[in-house]
């Protein structure tokens, strides 16, 4: 477990020194609840480890994280995909959205289910 530490503290410095690391958290109240250890390169935005306090499971704050993350990516000209990893990719032309690329609760959905 320590060694998993060093080397997401060390990735996270080495990412954020170029500009491409991103965390981002969930909150209800004061409290974190999800958090998404990611990072951005050349237009792909990547769901690296996102991680959830259990206690909230039954909330389902990984897909609320996950929506947050497509609407931010939709709404960023410059993010043209989403990287799930293991080789599922959402890439923002394939989502079910008008011509002005609107990210909506339908193509969050729809994503989702995909």
Known sequence: MKERREFLFELA?????????????????????????????QGSWFWYCPTIVNEFEDLSPGICLLAKVVEDACHDPEVHLVDLGLERKV????????SERRCTRRSIAALLIY
């Open 13 to 41: 410095r080495l990412l954020s020194d170029r500009g491409w690391f991103d965390l981002m958290n969930l909150w209800v109240g004061d409290r974190v609840v999800g958090s998404n250890y990611g990072f951005r390169f």
């Open 91 to 98: 890439i923002r032309n394939d989502l079910p959205m008008p």
